[in-house]
């Protein structure tokens, strides 16, 4: 197959794109050249997809696949809907599972549970982006397919507050710094490794019976907030000192939050992973956090200049804590 991503060396796409050239997958990236740790057996074409001087190769090409990983508004697929519209026999759409309806009427997710946020933008536009795709798929035949990742990790710590592409967190627990976790931790996620996800993505690729369909990729581990913190302190050799802080107080105290909390980890959330599992029969996750976080700290450590502890992110989190402890003595 010969194969386009739109970006290919991020977080989650990373392993995406070195799993597809182990299967021998004609692999292209469209990109700025910034990727810090190439990755053998891609084609790069240099250039950004939203500068259309600098994709006229494009143009040159007919895919089997054509991937975005970086789209995020309804006009970033109209964009590739007159890009691609017949020169791929497949475009994929890299969507989120935060576009499932918020809050659920039932806890236990599918693909065919509503697509309803409006309390964050990202999701939002997300979800504007899949109506947009599956109109044309209807009406001219776009071959479209959805793929909504959860909380994926490979390269950032998969937590709430102070995580993802910050250490700040992590920092605090080494240093025996109070840290929050919203809610009283009991409320259920999955997190799931980007070497797991690419297991069910790149089965996807080229699968015809794919078209129309939108799919979420997830671990079938179950974890609660409170052993998500947990397993981390434990691989980082210590013990939180955690409080436990209500999500409507945090965002309250600090709004930049609610689109993390409220509006996607404030509630129990379980995913069905029947769907993936029928087209992709092949996909398993294997990876459980307690493994892949040490993966994930092992990198860090590797290179210290990685690990980015925010002043501003630090701020925030003991600007709560001082407001919590005021008004709970």
């Excluded at 054509?66 to 890009?83: K, Y």
């Excluded at 759409?93 to 806890?107: E, N, R």
């Excluded at 107080?249 to 992973?273: M, Q």
Aim: glycine fraction near 6%; charged fraction near 25%; hydrophobic fraction near 40%.
């Amino acid at each position: 197959m010969k194969v386009l991503f739109i970006g290919g060396t991020g977080n989650i796409s990373t392993a995406s794109s070195r799993l597809a050239i182990k299967k021998g997958i004609d692999l292209y990236h469209l990109n700025r050249g910034n990727a810090t740790v190439p990755i053998v057996g891609v084609r790069n074409i240099l250039g950004d997809i939203r500068k259309a001087n600098e994709v006229t190769e494009l143009a040159k090409h007919d895919w089997d696949v054509v991937v975005n990983w970086i789209a995020f508004t309804p006009e970033d697929i109209e964009r590739d809907i007159a890009l691609f519209k017949g020169k791929t026999k497949q475009y994929i759409f890299i969507s989120s599972a935060s576009c499932y309806q918020t809050p659920l009427s039932y806890p236990v997710i599918t693909e065919s549970t509503p697509l309803y946020n409006n309390l964050w933008d990202y999701s939002f536009n997300k979800i504007q982006c899949e109506d947009r795709l599956q109109k044309v798929y209807r009406e001219a035949g776009f071959p479209m397919t959805i793929v909504r990742p959860s909380l994926t990790y490979d390269t950032v710590i998969p937590i709430a507050i102070g995580g993802f592409n910050e250490y700040t967190t992590a920092d605090r627990i080494l240093k025996g710094k109070e840290i929050i976790i919203h809610g009283d931790g009991t409320s259920l996620w999955t997190v799931t490794h980007s070497d797991d996800f690419a297991k069910g993505f790149v089965g996807l690729l080229g699968l015809t019976q794919a078209i129309g369909h939108a799919f979420h990729i997830t671990s079938d581990e179950i974890l609660s907030w409170n052993m998500i913190y947990r397993i981390l302190a434990e691989s980082l050799g210590r013990e939180a000192q955690v409080v436990h802080i209500a999500s409507d107080f945090i965002c309250a105290i600090e709004p930049s939050f609610t689109g993390t909390l409220l509006a996607d980890k404030a509630e129990s959330v379980i995913f069905d992973n029947t769907k993936i599992k029928t087209f992709v029969p092949e996909f398993k996750a294997t990876i459980p956090f307690a493994t892949g976080i040490k993966r994930t700290l092992q990198w860090l450590d590797e290179n210290p200049e990685r690990k980015l502890i925010n002043p501003e992110s630090n701020e925030k989190i003991d600007r709560i804590l001082k407001k919590y402890k005021a008004l709970n003595g």
